[in-house]
């Protein structure tokens, strides 16, 4: 669903429109279709998840398959967590956007930093295997990239973390709030050494067990279905020829559609990172040779990507961190990220040739410039 009571800053959902979302039965056929072809793990966002009606319902019906709901947490009650504790196949990732002040700045409410506390209280007691993602910004990285805050959702009983990196997009982009390159590379830092340290998962979508930077939608890991049900490249490419209201069916939508063949294809052979990020020029390329739609209800997702500045994403070549843990290289290797399948498909040589962010004439990087050369023994931990 588009619904939402946050207005979130960067937040790239047409939340304040028309309500978008599928309805149950066409819910229950893209999981079903999913399930035919092997797939039995889901993330489910908004908007927010839980406002809509058949959300528990949904889960009720698919209790082979795992969910990861995306959510503020708002609207977890006492009932709710223990009800998705009956069900027994979904874990709640709370967001959590900075302390009180910060919170509702970022996400235009008032008393957001409490309810989302409350929220994870009440998974923790229903006995839910509970997480709290956080999009790192300039904002929120001095009070939540921290020790002492890891060691307060320790306290609280939270199981796993999940540090994102916020990344400008949408109508109101927030381009004050990213980071810059050093800081990109601080976050990458303080996830390795802490998942050495504490005793608490820390999640990540976007390196290898080397450090090396990684884009899930580049393999097809992951592609994104709209509250229209659109079949988006990723969340924030907000463009689609198919729609999972096509007969066809998803497993036939996805592996024979050229666009998202075309978009696989030309992120791997240009960057490890997030084309939208550093090559926003390609991106419009791939939409108008396909004539993908815009997917949005305020239809000026072309002109939000005509207005974007490359700006460098997660890859930052000669500045890769290496995992420490052996838990997290062992699983990052053979199987979260690429069961191999990264190999041979990303072209680092091909990747190279491409002009570098740092090198952009400065009226179209909208960056500071990327250090070149090789990490330093801290940078390897």
Not at 55 to 74: E, M, T
Not at 191 to 209: G, N
Not at 223 to 248: K, L, S, T, Y
Not at 331 to 358: E, N, Q
Request: proline share 6%; charged share 25%.
């Amino acid at each position: 669903t588009s619904r939402c009571n946050l207005r979130c800053q960067g937040c790239w959902v047409d939340v304040s429109g028309p309500e978008r979302r599928l309805e149950f039965e066409e819910l229950d056929r893209v999981v079903q279709g999913a399930k035919r072809a092997g797939n039995s793990f889901f993330g489910l966002l908004g908007g927010e998840p839980f406002l809509h009606p058949a959300l528990l319902d949904l889960l009720d019906a698919h209790k082979d398959c795992y969910f990861q709901i995306f959510s503020n947490g708002h609207f977890i009650t006492e009932s709710v967590a223990r009800r998705l504790r009956e069900i027994g196949n979904a874990t709640p990732l709370i967001s959590i956007e900075g302390r009180e002040l910060v919170s509702d700045k970022r996400r235009g409410g008032r008393g957001v930093f409490g309810r989302s506390i409350r929220a994870v209280q009440e998974c923790v007691r229903a006995g839910l295997i509970t997480g709290v993602a956080t999009s790192i910004c300039q904002n929120n990285i001095d009070d939540l990239l921290s020790e002492a805050w890891l060691k307060e959702l320790i306290a609280l009983g939270v199981h796993y973390v999940w540090f994102y990196v916020f990344r400008p997009s949408g109508p109101n982009p927030g381009h004050e709030l990213a980071l810059r390159p050093e800081q990109q590379v601080q976050v990458r830092r303080f996830v390795v050494e802490m998942r050495t340290k504490m005793p608490i998962a820390i999640v990540d979508s976007y390196f290898d067990h080397r450090g090396v930077a990684l884009c899930p939608m580049t393999t097809g890991i992951s592609h994104h279905i709209g509250p229209g049900g659109d079949i988006e490249p990723c969340p924030v490419i907000q463009f689609a020829v198919e729609n999972v209201r096509d007969a066809r069916g998803v497993y036939d939508l996805i592996t024979h559609s050229a666009f998202l063949r075309d978009f696989r294809e030309a992120a791997a052979k240009t960057t490890r990172g997030c084309i939208l990020l550093e090559r926003p020029d390609l991106v419009k390329q791939l939409v108008i040779k396909h004539g993908a739609r815009d997917t949005t209800s305020r239809a000026t997702a072309m002109a939000e990507v005509e207005a974007m500045r490359p700006r460098p994403s997660q890859w930052l070549p000669g500045r890769e961190i290496p995992e420490r843990h052996w838990m997290y290289r062992w699983a990052k290797r053979l199987w979260f990220h690429d069961f191999g399948v990264y190999d041979g498909r990303l072209d680092s040589s091909a990747t190279r040739k491409m002009p570098c962010i740092g090198s952009l004439p400065e009226e179209r990087c909208d960056c500071a410039s990327v250090p070149s050369g090789s990490s330093s023994s801290q940078d390897h931990g």
